[in-house]
């Protein structure tokens, strides 16, 4: 089946540095890719849609300024967290459309990326 | 907007037990309906879905029977085993084309042997 790979799994980092994590489909296109914030205990928030060859949309009350996303190609989205503080420290997880029918689609997930700022 | 509502956990059981963990959502327009699940360590599989009312949704002996009069997609099986132990999510998706999906809050299910 279709597979989606994050990288890295886990990253710590000191606070006010920048940590990019890359989102690729391995066999299929992705045009959209999704990322979501997972903190412990809780659900997936969706944080932003990314879309190759235009601006991602961020769902509301997340800063598009600390968390910079770009889709590069029809197999590739990064998030960058810039200038990390310790409350960003979160799982990170991208997700990518596998099938489009009507009336929905199945998305594939990524195994997340683990960040902690010291 | 749409929302996921699921039982809290953990729910503890022995193996050959039955499980049911309860969905329940609220949605604009119909909404298509999803289990995934996360083993420790790795990303969420889809383990089943239904489109439309009455639909159900099958995998791996967990089923899902979409009801629309009482907005529920509960989760069932009927004897778990040790290996079933992870965290379930219920989801959904309105409208068509590449939608992100809207979950729950998850359900951590630990059988044990």
């Known amino acids: 089946g279709a597979v989606v790979s994050q990288h890295p799994s886990w990253v710590i980092c000191k606070s006010g540095t920048s940590v990019k994590i890359e989102c690729r489909s391995l066999d299929f296109q992705a045009t959209t890719m999704f990322w979501y914030r997972q903190f412990p205990k809780q659900s997936l928030m969706l944080m932003a849609t990314s879309n190759e060859g235009s601006k991602a949309t961020y769902e509301q009350g997340v800063e598009k300024d600390k968390f910079l996303i770009n889709h590069a190609s029809l197999t590739l989205s990064t998030l960058t967290v810039t200038s990390a503080h310790p409350e960003d420290s979160s799982f990170y997880i991208c997700s990518a459309p596998e099938i489009v029918f009507p009336g929905a689609n199945v998305l594939t997930f990524g195994a997340g990326s683990r960040l902690t700022v010291l | 907007g749409n929302s996921v509502t699921q039982m809290e956990g953990p729910v503890t059981l022995s193996e050959e037990a039955f499980l049911t963990i309860n969905c329940t959502y609220t949605a604009t327009g119909y909404p298509s309906l999803f289990w995934y699940v996360q083993y420790p360590g790795e990303g969420l599989q889809l383990l089943l879905k239904a489109t439309k009312a009455d639909d159900k949704g099958s995998n791996k002996g967990f089923e899902a029977t979409y009801r629309k009069e009482t907005t529920s997609f509960h989760l069932e099986k009927g004897s778990v085993q040790v290996s079933d132990s992870a965290v379930y999510f219920c989801?959904?998706?309105?409208?068509?084309?590449?939608?992100?999906?809207?979950f729950g809050s998850g359900t951590r299910l630990q059988v044990q042997p």
């Open positions: 989801a959904l998706t309105t409208g068509t084309g590449r939608r992100a999906l809207t």
